[in-house]
Structure formats: C-alpha cells, structure tokens
C-alpha cells in the first residue's frame, strides 16, 4: 500500500513524534547540574527553565485550539517538529552568542517548547482518528513511545557523556535535531485524517459550560505535575540528594523512571478491556503518593531511587487516561477538547517541577523537602476522579 494511504505509517510517525517530544522535556533536565557548575546558575532560575519550557507548550496550547483547525493538522505537526530542530539546535550555539548564556538557553527553550506544544496538541487527536480499534489501549502505547523516548534520551545521552566528556553536550543537543528533522518530512507524506467533521466539534464556549470538562482538566493538571515533579528533577535528585555519580544518577533516577512508565502504558494497552480505568487510576494514585514518600523519607539511598522507580509506574496511565476519558466523557470535543486538556496537562507540568524547585531553594536546596511537597498533586487527582464518575457525558 502507498505510504500516502497507510495510517500504519502515520501512527509510527506520532510514535517519533512523541520521542520528540521526550527529547524535547528530558535532555536539558540532564545538564540542570552542568548549567549551575559551568554558568554558575541557581537551582531556582533552573527550575525556572522548567516553567519557561511547559510555560511556553501551555500558550501554544492555548492558541492551538482556536486556530489548529484552520491551519491544518499536517502543516502544524511538520512546523511543531521543525521548532523542536531549531530550539535543540540553539541550545548548543545560542549560550555563547550572549553575554549572559542563561539568555541563550531560555532563547533555544522557548524554540523547542513550541515544537512540543505543537505535538502534544497534534499527535493524540492525529492518532485517535485514525480507523484502529480499542482506542484507550492505542492512546496508552502511543503514549507509551513518550517514554521509551525518555529512556532513549537518558541511555544514549549517558552513554556519549561518559565517551566524549559532559563538555560534549552542546555538540550532542545538534545530534538530537536528527530526529525531529526526519520526521518532518515523514510527516509531508502520511495519511492524516480529522478527529470530526467540519462544524461537528464543540467550540472552547461549550467546553467552558461544561462541569465535566473543569474535572477534566484537574486531572490533566494533576498527572502533569505528578509525573513531572519526580521526571525533571531525578537526575539532579540522585546525584546531589543521595550523592551518586552524575551516570549512576541518570540511569537509575529517570532513566528507570521512564522504563516504568512506558511499562505501566504497555500494561494498561494490553489489559484496558480488563480494567475499570477510573478505578485502576485512582489506584495509581495512591501508588504515586506513597512512591513519593518513599523518595523524601526513605534514608536509604536506594529506596529513594526505588521510589522513584514506583512513581514513573504509577504515573503512567495518568495522561492517557484522562485522554481516554475525555473521549468517552465528550465524545464531540474535537481539536478543542485535546488542546485544552494539553494546555492544562502543560500548566501541570510547569507547576509541579516549579513548586518542587522553590520549595527545595526554600529549604536550603533540600530536593527531598520539594518532592514531599509534590503529594498535593496525586490527592487532587483522586479527588477528581471520585467526582468524575459521577457526572454523565455531554453532548455537543
């Protein structure tokens, strides 16, 4: 069959679009360490490269869902991975440009954190209007190549660190360009299909009306901040909480982090028809708070990183899920429904890394203290889900 009428090829095309998209989020958070020793910059204006990164994917999703529609998904989705090129790109040539190299990394953030906006918008609703069954178990292996990215960062990453020195990581942002770049033009060619028919989508005004949909987005803004509270800031938890080795601190920090999350989406892909998925969330729920006492209160290095372990497994359905419910909740949301769960998905992403980041800086740059502080985001989510289930779907 032609590439140009095979959805195969575009579900593998929003595969590497999600590999993107865990380069995009987790190769800077491996340099946190290196950015404070070779610039001399503070754990706070660190963190704030966080919230410039999920601050910037939240104000693309915020415009993409009045104006994706009308531009078009495959425009949109080659432009997203284009940015993701020049952001990581800028990230290894735009520091020296500046007399101040903590302008050039906001600079090549601000590039790339349009590419990921862009992909979290455009990718789910790509895939879920392609003509495949059983559509919550292909949104959690979707998801799950976000993670496999991660790994997939974080390995080759480590690996080129340790050949070539931490002083390559500039030439080593460029080579991570090869991907997103390939995968724009693969992106010219696939088969994209529209997530509803023109004029059948509810608008943002009908989604604002709606109860569910603000239950909803608590739950995007709560897994957010649950898996990115303990993902952006595992490398520098590791090594400089629990004093391992900058290797060791990638590999078993998000490195193992990410192998049990894209575990957790592979899982819940296979067994989703077996699952009641609010029910199997809110068990994961309870999971992600007691991963992350685990981490602050464990004085034993590696039940920290254990937890660490426990909270990437427990995060995983939380995204997808909420995704899947969205769908079966506002069947008619369209384009404006994935990208405003993405806008608050992203805010939770923003917020969740910040608050651990000032509350560690509150605490003498204790990451344990700020990793405590993170529970408030898995109770919400519970709390949201018992609410959840009590209000019927919409209609458009």
Request: contains cysteine; hydrophobic residues 55%.
């Amino acid at each position: 069959m032609n590439i140009r009428n095979n959805y195969k090829h575009t579900i593998t095309a929003s595969y590497i679009g999600y590999i993107t998209q865990a380069i995009v989020n987790n190769f800077a958070p491996l340099l946190f360490l290196t950015f404070r020793s070779a610039y001399g910059i503070s754990l706070e204006k660190i963190s704030l490269l966080v919230t410039i990164n999920f601050g910037t994917q939240l104000l693309v999703d915020f415009l993409s869902a009045k104006y994706i529609d009308k531009i078009g998904y495959r425009i949109s989705v080659i432009a997203a991975h284009l940015f993701a090129v020049a952001g990581l790109i800028g990230l290894g040539t735009l520091p020296s440009l500046f007399r101040e190299p903590y302008v050039g990394i906001c600079l090549s953030v601000i590039l790339y954190a349009i590419g990921g906006g862009l992909i979290e918008v455009l990718i789910s609703p790509i895939v879920e209007a392609c003509p495949t069954d059983d559509k919550s178990a292909a949104m959690s292996l979707l998801h799950s190549f976000y993670c496999w990215g991660c790994v997939l960062v974080i390995l080759v990453s480590t690996g080129l660190f340790a050949l070539f020195g931490i002083d390559s990581w500039k030439l080593i942002a460029g080579l991570w360009a090869i991907i997103p770049f390939f995968n724009a033009l693969y992106f010219t060619q696939v088969p994209i299909a529209s997530l509803t028919a023109e004029g059948e989508g509810m608008n943002i005004g009908a989604l604002f009306r709606s109860k569910i949909f603000w239950l909803l987005a608590l739950l995007m803004v709560c897994s957010g901040a649950s898996e990115q509270s303990m993902s952006q800031w595992a490398s520098a938890f590791a090594e400089g909480a629990l004093h391992v080795s900058k290797t060791v601190g990638d590999l078993a920090g998000p490195c193992f982090f990410s192998i049990l999350m894209g575990s957790a989406r592979v899982f819940h892909a296979k067994f989703a028809d077996r699952l009641a998925l609010s029910k199997y969330m809110g068990f994961c729920a309870a999971l992600c708070i007691a991963s992350y006492l685990l981490a602050a209160f464990s004085p034993v290095a590696i039940l920290s990183l254990l937890g660490c372990g426990i909270c990437g497994f427990s995060v995983g359905v939380m995204w997808p899920g909420t995704f899947s419910l969205a769908s079966e909740k506002c069947p008619k949301g369209g384009t404006a429904l994935f990208a405003l769960l993405a806008l608050a998905g992203d805010t939770g992403c923003s917020l969740g890394p910040t608050v651990v980041g000032f509350v560690s800086g509150a605490f003498n740059d204790n990451l344990k203290a700020g990793l405590l502080a993170a529970i408030l985001f898995p109770l919400l989510l519970l709390a949201g889900l018992y609410f959840c289930k009590k209000i019927l779907p919409v209609k458009a």
